[in-house]
């Protein structure tokens, strides 16, 4: 079927205005391919620190970031675990890609599983790891397939994809627990590194809303303009462009060390830190419409916010 001449034309004028403003067409987004990543993470089992689950994970993530041409390497970390009074042992994942370009940006997500359901409605359950397909594998899901993007077509900038373990291992109000694997990530000297930063986390649920979060508008207002900006102007209506809460996130210990940095998530989700947190709440649509989004920031230097 041929297109209409009117359709051929608006299309036609659309990409000579994104020519004017200097704008570049990114590679296109695979919704199904980035939700295969989130299934084949949860069959995995919960990717609980220290697990088999977790290795597995770790294993795939190197396997995936490899096969697009990109280095791969990992920090090793130990901590004391209050809980069990043992120490567990954790492990990030960072995978660059390189061109030679001016600027790093960082692109993070983490990839453990909360090891308790504390807020499932059966108390027998609340002890157990939950699944983690939106707490967890989504954010890690859509980074995968951008890293697919960078094999398809360069980026005019460089990134690092961190993986980061522990975000999810402390108890309900104990934050010392909070966000390790991005603390230690942190600490190994990351100032001056990274043009800027973007954590995205809970981003595959069926019913997607991004809105501001709190912290992010306050330290990385600029950022948060640039991303809410880029969401119009594709016409992605889960964006809401409204400041939400304030998350404690793996976006907080970045910031702290010195790097413009905002979390990309939706908190409003019924299933989170429950055995119902599966992917069956999840949809490739909503990783589609947060992948498009960094894609078209990934790919447009000249949205981002002046050094």
């Known amino acids: 079927m041929k297109p209409p001449t009117t359709f051929v034309s608006g299309i036609l004028m659309l990409l000579a205005l994104a020519s004017c403003h200097g704008l570049r067409q990114e590679p296109e987004f695979s919704a199904e391919r980035s939700f295969g990543y989130l299934t084949n993470q949860v069959a995995l089992g919960p990717r609980v620190p220290g697990s088999e689950s977790s290795r597995l994970a770790r294993h795939m993530y190197v396997a995936h970031f490899q096969t697009n041409g990109l280095a791969v390497d990992s920090q090793k970390f130990v901590i004391f675990d209050p809980y069990s009074g043992r120490e567990t042992t954790m492990v990030n994942i960072i995978a660059s890609y390189s061109g030679n370009n001016d600027d790093r ?7 453990d599983c909360r090891p308790r ?12 790891p939950i699944d983690g397909a939106n707490d967890g594998a989504s954010g890690v899901a859509v980074l995968m397939e951008l890293a697919n993007l960078c094999k398809e077509s360069a980026p005019p900038v460089d990134i690092d994809f961190a993986f980061v373990d522990g975000e999810d291992w402390g108890k309900e109000g104990d934050q010392n627990y909070y ?11 990351i100032r001056g590194k990274y043009r800027f930063a973007i954590v ?3 981003v595959g649920d069926k019913e997607l809303t991004i809105t501001r979060e709190g912290y992010s508008n306050l330290y990385g207002r ?6 809410f900006q880029a969401a119009q102007s594709l016409g992605i209506t889960a964006f809401k462009d409204s400041t939400g809460e304030s998350i404690i996130d793996d976006h907080l210990p970045l910031q702290a060390a010195g790097v413009s940095a905002i979390d990309i998530i939706d908190f409003d989700y019924a299933y989170w830190h429950t ?4 992917p069956d709440k999840c949809s490739p649509q909503s990783l589609a419409a947060v992948g498009r989004v960094l894609a078209h920031v990934l790919y447009n230097p000249s949205l981002w916010p002046t050094k």
């Open 200 to 202: 995205v986390d809970m």
């Open 222 to 227: 600029g950022l948060n303009d640039m991303v």
């Open 179 to 189: 966000s390790l694997g991005s603390r230690e990530f942190a600490r190994r000297g």
């Open 117 to 128: 359901s504390e807020r499932s409605a059966d108390s027998l359950l609340r002890n157990n």
């Open 105 to 111: 940006i960082l692109l993070m997500a983490h990839y």
């Open 275 to 278: 055995e119902h947190d599966t």
